[in-house]
């Protein structure tokens, strides 16, 4: 096979991704040896092992020990229904982030005062090194985690309140909203901002993916006539969830 200017590597890994994309390499089929691609693509080993290591990170073959390198079952991806403004009372720290009514979830979360570091302390409006009250989440669906969140709320405007702590207290769980509200800070507007990046290790390791695999952060952030009182980063795994948001039409 004759190769262009693109790296050989990167053809020889096109190929057979095309390949497993049109079902010529199907599901749970062992993908060709080093030595097989060596010779049907007439590359060096080297160039055969970095074409498998490509199609590895792009979570299209898994490798099985003793066995050999394997397609992967595609996941059918999955809807996590975004919709702003969460119900004003009795709404779970899961359906706060999964606006869908018919899914069901758990949660576990941690809370800890710490420093607003410079990109936080710029969300939040803040001076670097202000405190803050940091929350991070863990939410399963069937037992599978699926989502995780990082919350950070300035102290300046929650702490010495009984809403300091977000999941503990008389509102503890009940989201920004309404737990704002008892302090008297009426949240007037949300933004949502969706970007996507390779996972950090610590994220892949507790969502169940592969490094190299990439992931959706959602960067939330709650205000309260313009001072913002919540930013939160909420990481999905891209494989297996799509974000849809229902906006209402004013």
């Not at 693109?6 to 599901?27: C, F, S």
């Not at 080093?34 to 290591?53: C, H, M, N, P």
């Amino acid at each position: 096979m004759t190769f262009g200017e693109q790296p050989a590597y990167l053809r020889v890994a096109g190929d057979l991704r095309k390949k497993i994309v049109d079902g010529r390499l199907p599901p749970h089929t062992r993908l060709p040896s080093q030595a097989r691609i060596r010779e049907e693509y007439g590359v060096s080993d080297t160039v055969a092992l970095e074409a498998r290591k490509v199609l590895m990170a792009e979570g299209l073959v898994e490798g099985r020990s003793g066995s050999g390198t394997y397609v992967r079952e595609p996941p059918v991806p999955r809807r996590i229904a975004r919709s702003g403004f969460r119900p004003p009372a009795g709404a779970t720290p899961f359906r706060q982030e999964q606006a869908d009514g018919e899914a069901r979830g758990t949660w576990e979360s941690s809370s800890e005062q710490t420093e607003a570091g410079g990109a936080i302390a710029e969300r939040l409006g803040l001076q670097a090194g202000e405190r803050v009250m940091c929350t991070k989440y863990v939410f399963r669906d069937a037992g599978e985690t699926m989502m995780l969140s990082t919350s950070w709320e300035p102290l300046a405007v929650t702490g010495r309140t009984p809403v300091m702590l977000p999941e503990e207290g008389p509102l503890g769980g009940m989201g920004v909203v309404e737990r704002m509200r008892a302090i008297d800070v009426v949240v007037d507007n949300v933004t949502e901002e969706v970007g996507a990046r390779p996972g950090l290790s610590e994220e892949l390791l507790a969502l169940g993916g592969v490094p190299g695999h990439v992931v959706l952060v959602i960067q939330r952030t709650y205000y309260a006539s313009g001072r913002a009182v919540e930013t939160a980063d909420v990481v999905v795994p891209a494989d297996r969830y799509r974000i849809a948001y229902h906006l209402p039409v004013k």
